[in-house]
């Protein structure tokens, strides 16, 4: 049964933009109220990396080094929906986007502390 289900991947060119969406379901949401949502990212031949996580309030967010400046997570209760705007998209931005949904009551960037995960959105970026 999907919980999480992500959309908006693409390819785009070397400097471009997207936005990712993650749709919570109802159960998601009633089995794991008030928690943290994250965006998760893996490559080909890589592990899976922290890419950015925020609070439930949306007063706290973190972001990866690497995407820092240029991601901006945000969420919508009402909408049971997490966003992730990516702009200067680099080539190595490339991978599978995963939304997560935390099992703590304030943001990590550990993968270990979500619970919940979406099936995943693929971000193609070309040079």
């Known amino acids: 049964q999907v919980q999480l289900v992500e959309s908006g991947g693409g390819l785009v060119q070397a400097g471009g933009s997207l936005r990712l969406t993650c749709a919570a379901s109802?159960?998601?949401?009633?089995?794991?109220?008030?928690?943290?949502m994250g965006w998760f990212r893996q490559a080909p031949g890589k592990e899976r990396e922290f890419v950015a996580v925020?609070?439930?309030?949306?007063?706290?967010?973190y972001y990866a080094e690497s995407v820092k400046g240029r991601f901006t997570i945000s969420r919508d209760n009402a909408k049971n929906t997490v966003y992730l705007q990516m702009n200067s998209l680099k080539p190595e931005d490339t991978a599978v986007y995963y939304c997560?949904?935390?099992?703590?009551?304030?943001?990590?960037?550990?993968?270990?502390?979500?619970?919940?995960w979406g099936q995943g959105t693929q971000v193609t970026v070309s040079s």
């Open positions: 925020i609070s439930w309030s949306g007063g706290i967010t």
């Open positions: 997560a949904g935390s099992l703590r009551e304030v943001p990590t960037r550990s993968a270990a502390d979500f619970g919940s």
């Open positions: 109802a159960r998601t949401v009633s089995n794991k109220p008030n928690k943290p």
